[in-house]
């Protein structure tokens, strides 16, 4: 392996590594990867390709719609039955495997532990699935008398025509509960993203808005794109509870659907994960005329700046003191530890591959600790999440997404806050803003490799080459990445640690690093007989 | 309580399946196909089944698993995915340089009825497979069976497409197993070299999931059942296969395609099961036991008669695949315990033919079901009914053990919050002590947090 580069000038230029991953590939391939790989200037506004179709055999990281549907967004809401209409596949590997936690109060319902599925025989593909999923969720109803079903529809359901939607109006009126369904089959759009677009349309269709619950204290507040793994969304409703805000509804750690359906009065939205929830943000703003801006509750940096725009927003000198108050005794807290890890850091290199947010968050935790970032990417996100909002109108939608619904919205004549339309323009006027995402690209430094859709061939080639120090992507990753000799901190599951939100995960995320950044297991890696001269043994044994 | 739905009272269910007790097809290929050498596994689907089925397996050894998918979109679903396929094999023999891709299908890709043998027929006569380099595929859609069918199905295809018989009569044996883990593996071909038998035992994943720490990754590592050892399997003197479910189709095709004789035997899990297997490989190999391996039995056997008193009576139950689960009840019933319930997600009729000789006029109480609705749900609930002393199973089964405060032993697939499955076998004799030392340890512990300080137990 080669010599690490010298960075003490800023980044190297990666050009040769680009041209060295792209000349493997068969022409058009290389063509298609060519404009998926950016050499970052922050400078200038690059242009990234992103959110296509992945190119066949190519081993894209990627997973499908059904995953975004199913296990991103309504996955973690733990007292809807969530059935899965397919065979049994689906529904078992979305079983248990994302680390969303939830908190159950005494006596609530939690359905998050099972696995729901009608379990789809050969005969259910010939005649059609609808009589069985019907039976399904009369049987689900009886055994386990939920407020809601949602029911998912896998790759076969939509081919063999069976109708989920239809299936969901007659149970409603049947059993007189909420069920809804999802036409969020495998092959629809390019990867989990469309099923992001999909379940924000579903949720935002039948269950935003059915409940008016009376308002509960000064300033209320949802928080968006947010799904609790290891315990984030944990640390941020903390804070929120302290400084006296109101937190509604998660979308959707740690969340129940009662939630959601009340979400719709609040003042405010924060978007954490803008790829998988911005739908319903800006659907919530047309309906209601809820604001929305963007915040990161990664990084201890962040995380006071995400609340001191949340207290800016309400203009209230007491929440503004209280939030001060709490981020003067929290930083306090992050500096000792940060004091301690960072000479041990500083100077190391990360990269990061991780699915459409997290790459980007996750820099500002290592920003901290004095790690550069080299190279990131996203496996699904959108040209909005690499390069910011201000390109949306410029992005051409393809074939492979057109079929994904864009849902009319129309302004709510009953619920329309004006007041919070007024609110928002005079906070412009000054300069507040909102739908403020800028993407990742801008926050990346010069030379910088920018990678959508990160294949194994590229991640084989980047370790070559910048050899880093830790490698942050997922459970796929993880054992290849180490064989190199290279730690991986997987930045989904958190390695079944966490949580890493706020000021409390930030210094869980910095104590972490300082395991995998300062342990001396990777130098075993050779045996001593591997460096040292053998020493011959001076008895032979002939047999 | 993480399952506090779960009633005691069990309602007949149809139509809905509550934690099953399977999954489905291909990941079972995807394994089998783990065990060639120089291979890389192909999902033809959208990329989500590729995806889910790598993460799998990776939880469960904590190993690169690679395999690479035709990522359908709706396009494809709709006209149909050659198109994807033969780009996918070019890229794939291109940039990944395998020996061999085996192909397996999807709920998706067989829906819309594509002909894997007719596009990699297409594939061939477009000169799109190099020189020397192998295309398999093995039809496994989700909606039959479970991921047992499926690594049943790719076993057979390999067999299909490389076993060929000659004149040349080989000295050797053919040991088919079913699901099983690299350490078992290495098991079995550690018996029969102890039995100085020469075999070729496919697949063979040791060496591919359980691979060392060298600083250097290898995308093919050195392990997996090699094309010269598939192509000789038709010249071999016989087949034993090992597992019905997992192994038996692959076994009749070679009988058909290259006239090996086979004899079928339950994966040897316990003691009956081994000595069966034992014998059966002394009769294929043609060469008698040697004392080496009766020493390792009687070991066994002495810790089973040394811990009668923990074992004698204990009401178990256990869930996982059928292979597996039936030489396991066989060995519970040889230790005096009571497997009281038994299920499996795997379909099959034999299911029932093989528990009900198994268990024979020993245990009217014991209840067991397989196939659909044959689930965990069920399971809990008749644990609920009456109780259990032990739980065996895959991971999942964790959610019951701690509801109900059940020693937990886990056994089969997948276990993604232990490891040792994939270094320590539980076939052979040696798996049996291991299987043994996990029970007694599991229903020792809680004897330990359990007991009143004043018989609190040092010796046991």
Redesign the interface.
Known sequence: MPNKKDYTNGLPDPSQLKEEMLA???RK?AKKRSKAMVINDPEQNQEIAANI???????????????GCKGVVLGPTRDIIN?VH????????????RRNQTR?PEGG???I??????????E??VFGGEK?????I???F???NPSSIGIFS???V???GDDVHSVARDMKAELGINIFGFSC???????QSAGHHIANNGVFKNVVGNNDRPRKGKFQVNLLGEYNIGGDAFEIEALFEEVGVELLSTFSGNSTIESMEYSHTADLNMVMCHRSINYIAEMMEEKYGIPWFKVNFIGAESTAKSLRKMADYFGDKELSAKVEEVIAREMLKVKAVADVVKPKTEGKLAMMFVGGSRAHHYQDLFTELGVKTVSAGYEFAHRDDYEGREVIPSIKID??TR?IEDLVVEKDENLFRDDLVEKKAKLEESGYEFKDYKGMMPDMQKNSLVIDDVN??ET?KLIEFYKPDVFCA???E????????VPLKQLHSYDYGGPYAAFGGAINFYNEMERMLGTKIWKL??APWKLEPEIVGSVTVDA | MLLRHTTKEVKERKALTVNPAKTCQPVGAMYAALGVHGCLPHSHGSQGCCSYHRSALTRHYKEPIMAATSSFTEGSSVFGGQANLLQAIDNIFGIYEPQIIAIHSTCLSETIGDDLGQIVGKAKDDGRIPEGKHVVQASTPSYVGSHVTGYANMLEAFVKYFAFKTDEKLRQVNLLSGWVEPSDMRELKRLAGLMDIKTVLLPDTSDVVDTPMTGKYQMYPKGGTTIEEMVSMGNSMSTVALGEWGAKSAAIALDNKCKVPFSMNDVPVGVSATDRFIQALSTAGKVSIPEIISEERGRLVDMMTDMHQYFYGKRVALFGDPDTLLPLTEFLLDLDMKPVYIVSGTPGKRFTQRMEEILGDKLAETKFKNGPNADMFLLHQWIKEEPVDLLIGNTYGKYIARDENIPFVRMGFPIIDRVGHSYFPTVGYQGGLRILEKILGAIMDKIDATAPEESFELVM
């Open positions: 493997k590939y068969p391939v179709r992945t190119i066949p055999g190519i081993i894209t990281q990627r997973g499908c719609t059904y995953a059935l397919g065979p049994i596949g689906c529904s078992f590997y979305a079983w248990l495997t159950v319902d939690n359905f532990p099972y696995s729901f599925s009608t379990d789809m025989q050969d259910n593909i069985k999923l019907k039976e399904a009369r049987e689900a009886e055994i386990f896998t790759c076969p939509g081919l063999i089959e495998g092959y629809r759009g390019v990867s074939a492979d079929n194994h061939w084989e997922g459970i796929k993880k054992y290849v990445v180490q064989k190199y000799g890696v050779d």
